[in-house]
């Protein structure tokens, strides 16, 4: 039997990038399931974070590399997450609270609600909040 958790890691935005992993377990013919990691390096070179565009951008980066690891790194012995969107979510949220932006958590809620934010531990600073 498979289960499945995701797992998500991300440097500062400030650094040279930012990292997103999601965590499958497998276990075929195995007894206890194992843990695989896989990870993705998400580049920041070219952006200035402390600008919304630079900012946007790192947003969609990381949602493309959550989406990525969450959906196309399908391995041998390994079975597709049974819920690819809820791994996505968590990755990504975990990755915007982990890099500490506040523009880059204005780019997440543009597209999420202030329950998603709180939801992964992301801390919305009180401007945004009253938006």
């Not at 797992?7 to 194992?34: H, M, N, Q, W, Y």
């Not at 990381?62 to 819920?83: I, S």
């Not at 500490?100 to 934010?117: D, F, G, I, R, T």
């Amino acid at each position: 039997m498979y289960t499945n958790a995701a797992v998500i890691k991300s440097l500062s935005a400030f650094g040279a990038a930012a990292i997103v992993a999601c965590t499958f377990s497998a276990g075929d013919v195995i007894a206890e399931p194992r843990e695989v990691s896989v990870a993705y390096q998400v580049s920041t070179q070219g952006l200035d974070v402390n600008k919304p565009a630079g900012a946007l951008e790192l947003y969609i980066r990381l949602k493309n590399a959550a989406w990525y690891v969450c959906t196309r790194t399908n391995r041998v012995g390994l079975e597709p997450l049974p819920d690819a969107d809820a791994c996505t979510e968590k990755a990504l949220g975990e990755a915007i609270r982990a890099a500490h932006v506040p523009l880059l958590v204005q780019a997440y809620l543009e597209k999420h609600s202030l329950a998603q934010a709180a939801a992964h531990g992301i801390v919305v600073p009180v401007q945004l909040a009253a938006k």
